[in-house]
């Protein structure tokens, strides 16, 4: 089978497998060291801290350190069914500090979690770019946010490409970098010194999708990857992405970690902002006033390997493509199960 990056397959060749997985969030030592309730005890307010806690020990994830088995589950599971490639669509480590890969304990979380990937899928994986390898503000803003630091370290250190195309046969698989992106929802986690660089850097990730969605041939069908589905309707603002939208067969987003936060979103699509309960309420809010533009990109989640506590469990999604494109693809999710790992300290 040809490498990644090979622009075309064999018109007989069999389907070829991709696996697909997000939100990792891997915890290396340095991050596992912080404990668990690191982020509950950076918060000086105990009312916010109290509800922070029951949001996430009852609905979104009690042991947020406590999923790394999760990972070498996830690979031996995808070369048991025979997937040859694989696209990891953002957020390789917990991101304690929230500060992206700028922060030491991020960074080893993230390098250890590509190290397994790349062992894996040698020659055959690609990566994209999520919002913790870039940090934001916590959820309430007390710590954390945009660090340029982190872009260097994920572009420069860890080799993620902020764009990356790849043909097979009459598919076009396109990647792009969600935060650059929707970086209007994103001013209150730039540094002000800072902001300038972000700016200009968002403006040449544009025009360089633009070309992407430019030099695709009229034949081919789209497969488009984006972690955090607030950047759709920021694409739907370029010209080159509105024509090539009747070519897209799919867009493969994460960030939201289960189908239940997707089908909520699609209910709360057009809510008005709200600016007065924390930094991550307000960037959802403005991020579902403008929702109902998810649908034109066919958008189906990638759920993260753990999901979400209410769940029980997250899993992968095996994609199995035809180079030919005489059919679409097929997508298969297969379950994992959290383990039980056991309760931390409380502070």
């Known amino acids: ?194 902001q300038a660089d972000w700016e200009m850097l968002r403006a040449e990730h544009l025009n360089a999708i633009s070309r992407a969605f430019e030099q695709t041939d009229t034949r081919q069908r789209i497969l488009l990857f984006c972690h955090d589905p607030s950047a759709l309707p920021f694409l739907d603002t370029l010209p080159a992405v509105r024509q090539r939208l009747p070519q897209l067969e799919l867009t493969v987003i994460g960030h939201l970690h289960s189908e239940w936060i997707l089908w909520k979103s699609h209910v709360l699509a057009g809510m008005p902002r709200i600016p007065w309960l924390g930094s991550s309420i307000e960037r959802m809010s403005a991020a579902l006033r403008n929702a109902r533009t998810w649908q034109r990109f066919r958008v189906r989640l990638c759920p993260s390997l753990a999901g979400i506590q209410i769940e029980r469990g997250g899993g992968w999604v095996l994609l199995e493509l035809d180079p030919s494109g005489s059919t679409p693809c097929r997508w298969n999710r297969h379950r994992l199960q959290r383990p039980k790992p056991s309760t931390p300290a409380r502070p």
């Not at 690979?75 to 991101?95: E, S």
């Not at 080893?108 to 590509?114: F, I, Q, V, Y």
């Not at 055959?124 to 940090?135: A, C, I, K, Y």
């Open 1 to 194: 089978m040809p490498p990644v990056g090979s622009s075309h397959l064999p018109e007989n060749a069999s389907l070829l497998r991709l696996a697909l997985a997000s939100d990792i969030h891997f915890a290396g030592p340095i991050e596992q060291a912080r404990g668990e309730d690191t982020d509950l005890l950076r918060i000086p307010n105990p009312i916010q801290r109290t509800a922070l806690r029951c949001w996430r020990h009852l609905f979104w994830m009690r042991h947020p350190l406590g999923n790394n088995s999760l990972l070498p589950t996830f690979l031996h599971q995808a070369q048991d069914h025979g997937c040859t490639h694989a696209v990891i669509n953002g957020d390789y480590a917990a991101d304690t500090a929230s500060l992206g890969l700028s922060d030491p304990g991020t960074f080893e979380s993230a390098r250890l979690c590509l190290d397994l990937l790349h062992q894996a899928f040698p020659n055959r994986l690609r990566l994209v770019l999520g919002d913790h390898e870039l940090g934001k503000l916590s959820f309430f803003g007390h710590y954390g946010g945009l660090r340029l630091e982190s872009w260097h370290r994920a572009t420069r250190d860890l080799q993620i490409q902020p764009l990356w195309t790849w043909n097979i046969g009459a598919y076009r698989l396109i990647a792009v970098t969600s935060t650059l992106v929707a970086l209007p929802l994103f001013a209150r986690d730039m540094l002000p010194a800072e």
